[in-house]
């Protein structure tokens, strides 16, 4: 294909030319394209949309970890998986308000809580929700990850301020089965729908380097890019491969197909938050760059994730520092 045969617009925010009718043609020619040319062309069209030196920093925290009853290959803290994860119970609201305060003063401006559960039962609902207030008073972002979702469940964390709610796709509709097979492609979508109709910021994206093929990807890019609405934010992991779970031990993935991922997600949803999220502390400097060049704009912030590490929080500023990025506001 001749480079001039495809010209993805580069939608601004006062156009409207937000897209939802991608094909998978088009997407698979994007990642067909030279590398050098893909990330010139998401650079460009991050430049349109977003101040392309401003980074948002989300911290993460595990309000509820291990025991999961879901089989998700990837995770941790899968109950069925021997990974050394303990099942723990969910935070006291206190506990959690200290971390949010510790992750203000270390520079964050969302705090995301994640719990390990295939849906949350309405007495833990009530507490999130209480964790949801007191982060919102301490003038934080929120954002919470709890599984599935039922449209009264949503409208209630709507109701208690919540700004985001992170539930990922995770990969092309196709290869998911081979993934997870506690819960359908379809719960996904359903759960996503109720978080968006009850007014909440969708929070969501997927992991390259599950075993996927290229198509996988372009699948995935495709959902997320055709959603009735763009996700607000759209986190793209790289796999982090942890003993025990059935992913460890596979081959991993390139760090230009990774970037490549990210590139395409910044040209299909223009005007989301797209976040180079877990997988960074076995990225090189050089690759994150070139993830913040392919139009990535958003980061995990602090020593962990959920149950893996991430850089540190000197480590990460040196890094900014380094390519003259600034924290977003
Ligand atoms: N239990 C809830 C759920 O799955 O809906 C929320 C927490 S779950 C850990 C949130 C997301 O983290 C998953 O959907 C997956 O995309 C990502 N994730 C989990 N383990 C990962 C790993 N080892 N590497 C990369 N991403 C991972
Ligand atoms: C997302 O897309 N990535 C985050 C967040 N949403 C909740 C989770 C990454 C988890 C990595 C494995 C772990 O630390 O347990
Ligand atoms: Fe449970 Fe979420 Fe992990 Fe799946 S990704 S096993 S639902 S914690």
């Known amino acids: 294909m001749s480079l001039a045969t495809f010209a993805p617009t580069a939608p601004d925010r006062s156009g409207g030319a937000l897209r939802h009718d991608w ?10 394209l030279p590398f050098t040319e893909l990330v ?9 949309n977003f101040d392309p030196a401003e980074v948002q920093v989300s911290t993460l925290l595990s309000i509820k970890t ?25 935070m006291a609201v206190e506990a959690v308000l200290a971390e949010a305060r ?8 969302r705090f995301c809580m994640g719990a390990a559960w295939r849906s949350p039962k309405d007495r833990d609902l009530d507490k999130v929700c ?39 796709l995770d990969t092309s509709p196709e290869f998911y089965g081979e993934i997870v097979s506690t819960r359908t492609y379809q719960d996904r979508l359903d759960t996503l729908d109720a978080v968006r109709e009850a007014g909440i910021n969708v929070c969501c994206g997927g992991i390259v380097g599950l075993g996927e093929q290229l198509e996988d990807r372009v ?10 609405v763009h996700p607000e934010s759209v986190p793209i992991n790289m796999l982090v491969q942890v003993e025990g779970t059935p992913l460890s031990g596979k081959p991993k993935i390139d760090a230009f197909d990774f970037v490549r991922t990210i590139a395409a997600a910044r040209i299909t949803m223009p005007e989301s938050m797209v976040r180079l999220s877990a997988g ?21 912030y602090g020593p962990k994730l959920l149950t893996t590490p991430n850089p540190g929080r000197d480590r990460d500023m040196a890094l900014l520092d380094k390519l003259g990025l600034r924290v977003m506001e």
């Open 66 to 90: 291990g025991g999961c009853p879901e089989d998700c290959a990837y995770c941790p803290q899968a109950a069925q998986y021997d990974t050394g994860v303990k099942a723990e119970k969910l």
């Open 280 to 300: 960074r502390e076995e990225m090189s400097e050089e690759a994150q760059a070139l993830c913040f060049l392919a139009g990535a704009n958003s980061i995990f």
């Open 23 to 32: 094909t998978r043609e088009e997407v698979r020619a994007l990642f067909a």
């Open 40 to 48: 010139f062309r998401a650079a460009e069209v991050h430049r349109v």
């Open 130 to 168: 209480a964790m949801v207030e007191g982060v919102k008073a301490l003038g934080l972002e929120t954002c919470v990850t709890l599984g599935m979702l039922e449209g009264a469940q949503a409208r209630r964390l709507k109701d208690a301020g919540l700004d985001y709610y992170n539930h990922n």
């Open 102 to 109: 510790a992750a203000k003063a270390g520079g964050a401006t």
């Open 219 to 228: 699948g995935m890019i495709v959902t997320l890019a055709n959603l009735p």
